[in-house]
């Protein structure tokens, strides 16, 4: 069982950037892939990042990248923008892809507010 868990979000003005943590434990972290998600107000959870993969919405702005030695993922973003407002999830797969179902383990989240 592997239990991840999230931290950095906060509020941030447009133009701004954050870099989200997201610890992993109880398990062989090397052996996962990690992606991120979003979920907005009223919207489904959409993809955002894992490993080369990005979202049309995020390319060139967002940054996934981990260290295997301190159990952690990361996802820097810069350029923020409202529209980037949402809790982001991190979650672990066993292999590196877009499809939220094809991810076995989730954090709990952490809320990304973006102001104008």
């Known amino acids: 069982q592997v239990q991840l868990v999230e931290s950095g979000g906060g509020l941030v003005q447009a133009g701004g950037s954050l870099r989200l943590s997201c610890a992993a434990s109880?398990?062989?972290?090397?052996?996962?892939?990690m992606g991120w998600f979003r979920q907005a107000p009223g919207k489904e959870r959409e993809f955002v990042a894992a490993?080369?993969y990005y979202a049309d919405s995020v390319k060139g702005r967002f940054t996934i990248f981990r260290d295997n030695a301190k159990n952690t993922v990361y996802l820097q973003m810069k350029s923020l923008k409202p529209e980037d407002t949402a809790v982001y999830y991190c979650?672990?797969?066993?292999?590196?892809?877009?499809?939220?179902?094809?991810?076995?383990?989730w954090g709990q989240g952490t809320q990304v507010t973006v102001s104008s």
């Open positions: 109880g398990g062989t972290f090397s052996t996962y892939a």
């Open positions: 490993r080369a």
């Open positions: 979650a672990a797969s066993r292999a590196a892809t877009r499809e939220r179902g094809q991810y076995d383990y």
